[in-house]
């Protein structure tokens, strides 16, 4: 996974309920942010964090929640009030071979039941 | 706000013919171009970039980009495509300076028939 690991791969969840996409890097890296992708659409910026925390909202923040505690670590919540929930969430950081350099994980699968 | 256009979303080629996606954003300022391509199971890899210099950007697996100023462009090509080149592939920029706030395209996929 060049150092960042999602978890879990695949998730189904009921309407109504909130639930938390893992995000762990040991490449001690400062810079992560978490993507939607839905077909057609790209991958859009939902948060990133420049530094531990501190965070900030992208194009799409409505309906998640973020926490940036420690360096590692970049917790995604996907809370009730996300309308379109069911997408693959993608998160990444910012590589050493240059600043503006991304380096993603696997993803996550969430399904809305 | 800045944003990337691709204008092909989905592109069939058999194998050995050339490529060529399309790739405009809109942003006046300096910026940085990039490349990423998905293949089927696989993670978001960066395929290639432009942050200065030559504008003629050359990546992995044979791939190159023109960074065109005047055109607000970062077209990708390959002279002969394989069927392993099968994959998505996304145009994304980000300001220089900036936030690091990658803006993507809306990806292009590619089918290569054997």
């Known amino acids: 996974d060049g150092g960042i690991t999602q978890s879990p791969k695949y998730l189904f969840r009921k309407e109504g309920q909130n639930v938390t996409l893992s995000c762990e890097q040991n490449?001690?890296?400062?810079?992560m942010y978490w993507y939607r992708q839905d077909p057609g659409q790209g991958l859009r910026l939902i948060y990133y964090s420049q530094i531990v925390n501190d965070f900030q909202k992208g194009d799409i923040a409505e309906g998640y929640s973020v926490s940036r505690e420690k360096k590692e670590s970049f917790p995604l919540t996907v809370t009730s009030a996300q309308k379109n929930p069911t997408a693959f969430y993608l998160c990444?950081?910012?590589?050493?071979?240059?600043?503006?350099?991304?380096?993603f994980g696997a993803g996550s699968r969430l399904t809305v039941l | 706000a800045q944003s990337v256009s691709q204008h092909n979303h989905h592109v069939i080629l058999s194998e050995a013919a050339s490529l060529e996606l399309g790739c405009n954003y809109s942003y006046g300022g300096t910026v940085n171009l990039f490349w990423y391509v998905q293949y089927p199971g696989q993670h978001l890899q960066l395929l290639l970039k432009y942050f200065s210099g030559d504008p003629l950007v050359k990546g992995i697996k044979g791939f190159e980009a023109e960074f065109i100023k005047s055109k607000f462009s970062f077209n990708l090509r390959k002279p002969s495509v394989q069927w392993s080149d099968t994959a998505e592939y996304f145009c994304?920029?980000?300001?220089?300076?900036?936030?690091?706030?990658?803006?993507f395209g809306a990806g292009t996929r590619l089918a290569v028939h054997p």
């Open positions: 990444a950081i910012s590589s050493g071979s240059g600043a503006n350099v991304l380096t």
């Open positions: 994304a920029v980000i300001s220089s300076g900036g936030y690091n706030k990658l803006i």
């Open positions: 490449l001690n890296h400062d810079a």
